[in-house]
């Protein structure tokens, strides 16, 4: 971990282990961080913030310009620990190069940081002022660790908080070895503190944390909540939640077929399905489902190449852990019950490697009330039902607690526009889907998806606070 600008261990020696989801055996002992380790690291943060803050942005950004350098050359290794950690396969690792992106991104965007003035009150100036909370609290899920430690701290820094962030303990090692890199870049002491750690006790007192001003999170609904709920009992703090998903796309019958099959089948691949945007619920418009069940059900078996995450042709790695595997495969249990006709996959043995490989698996005609019709399962699981009308499609849609991203493929332009309109979702595809996004639109979601938003045009408004400045002019 790295606390107050040292590489240290917890507190109190304890550790955890991290295992290779692949194979079950050990890929490393990681610090567990303790209270003691969690108040130190805010309280050094605290420490750091005014010499912080006060450097200006120009001097801070030649710090995350060096850290982007370093990212970049360690891309590999940093890779590598992610595949042995939470099993997502070399070959479709690129998110050491993306966050090193992030880092030099944010080193040149800071010119943005700006408020308003206006002479609109007679006989006064008024203006706005952007400026940093003080210490803000990172908290990031195991999926795609090293995206979201970049894309949440490389914002916080350059706007002047200083910060801590904890990585999840499904997945901390990639991290872990950029937190080396942190120190090698030089950032003061106490600006940048990474614990790595469980829920409990780490992740809770950033929650509940008085000195905590902001905290950004990714992660499961639940977590969210009860990170709300620690908030709202003590300061306050302003938090953003980046929460989970239950995507539909829609297929109409006069879309592309081969295209909406390929995205779809995508989405629901790239990372065995451990994707919060992942379009598990596909709705075909009934005359055209028969050829894109077909279709899809042939894309989906052919494509995937399971095995050794760390060999360069996998592009399938197993669950993260014996938890998610669990998990997955209950749902899958819970889909067999509610009636649904399994199509393809369904077992939780593609691989004989001993890992924690779930097979692509597909559900047809799932019951809407179907648990797993409503709720997130995380994993390489799709369940494809049918529909008649625009009206029906919408309605089926929008029937879920959640709202990240949803998709419509067809080629009628007034019927996507009609949709999406309709469409109760942070982010709308049409005739793309997830993981497809764009790098300068907002990212988040509606209804239980989160709150606020994310994104390179809106990351660093998120962690500036607003301070209205009225000033009386004297009459001549
Ligand atoms: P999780 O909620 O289990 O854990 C996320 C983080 O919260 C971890 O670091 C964990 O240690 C920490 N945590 C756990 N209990 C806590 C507590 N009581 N207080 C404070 N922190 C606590 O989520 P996960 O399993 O790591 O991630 C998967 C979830 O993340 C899925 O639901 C997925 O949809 C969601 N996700 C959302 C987005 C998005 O941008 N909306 C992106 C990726 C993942």
């Not at 805010?42 to 006060?54: G, R, T, Y």
């Not at 303990?169 to 106490?190: D, N, Q, S, Y």
């Not at 009609?418 to 790098?439: D, K, W």
């Amino acid at each position: 971990m790295l606390i107050d600008g040292e590489l240290v261990e917890a507190s109190d020696g304890k550790t955890f282990s991290v295992y290779n989801p692949a194979t079950r055996e050990v890929s490393g002992e990681v610090p567990e961080a303790t209270a003691d380790d969690t108040n130190r690291a805010v309280a050094a943060a605290k420490a750091a913030f005014p010499a912080w803050s006060a450097l200006g942005p120009a001097k801070r950004a030649v710090y995350l310009k060096k850290l982007a350098a370093l990212i970049r050359e360690h891309r590999d290794e940093i890779a590598k620990l992610d595949a042995v950690a939470m099993g997502m396969p070399v070959s479709t690792h690129f998110f050491a190069e993306s966050a090193a992106g992030q880092y030099d991104h944010y080193a040149e965007a800071w010119p943005h940081i700006q408020g308003q003035a206006s002479v609109n009150t007679p006989g006064h100036v008024t203006m706005t002022l952007r400026q940093p909370f003080g210490v803000v609290a990172l908290i990031i899920p195991w999926n795609v660790p090293v995206h979201f430690f970049a894309s949440k701290s490389a914002p916080a820094l350059i706007t002047g908080n200083t910060i801590v962030l904890k990585t999840s303990e499904k997945a901390p090692l990639a991290v872990a070895r950029i937190a080396k890199l942190v120190k090698e870049a030089g950032f003061p002491p106490g600006v940048f503190n990474v614990l790595s750690g469980h829920g409990i006790p780490s992740g809770q007192i950033l929650s509940r944390h008085m000195d905590v001003r902001a905290l950004s999170f990714t992660g499961s609904s639940r977590t969210g909540k009860l990170i709300q709920e620690e908030a709202a009992r003590t300061n306050l703090k302003k938090v953003i939640l980046e929460l989970g998903g239950k995507s539909p796309a829609i297929i109409f019958d006069d879309a592309n077929l081969e295209k909406a099959v390929a995205q779809t089948r995508w989405s629901m691949q790239f990372n065995s399905g451990q994707v919060c945007m992942a379009n598990s619920r596909i709705y075909v418009q009934s005359t055209i489902a028969e050829k894109f069940v077909e279709q899809f059900k042939v894309s989906y078996s052919s494509s995937v190449k399971s095995g050794n995450p760390l060999d360069k042709e996998t592009n399938h790695g197993p669950q993260a852990d014996e938890l998610q595997y669990k998990h997955v495969l209950s749902y899958i249990n819970s889909a067999k019950d509610s009636g649904a006709t399994l199509a393809l996959g369904g077992s939780g043995k593609l691989e004989t490697s001993n890992g924690y490989f779930i097979e692509p698996t597909i559900f047809l005609n799932t019951p809407e009330e179907a648990k797993i019709t409503k709720e997130e399962v995380f994993g390489p699981v799709v369940i494809i039902n049918t529909f008649e009308t625009e009206k029906e499609a919408i309605a089926k849609a929008n029937d879920t607690e959640f709202g990240l991203y949803a998709s419509v493929f067809t080629k009628d332009i007034s019927r996507a526009m009609r949709v999406v309109q309709a469409l109760e979702s942070g982010y709308v595809g049409i005739n793309t889907t997830s993981p497809n996004t764009a790098y300068d639109l907002p990212f988040g979601g509606y209804k239980g998806s989160g709150q606020g938003r994310e994104g390179a045009l809106c990351s660093m408004d998120n962690f500036l606070e607003v301070k209205s400045v009225i000033m009386a002019l004297e009459e001549e």
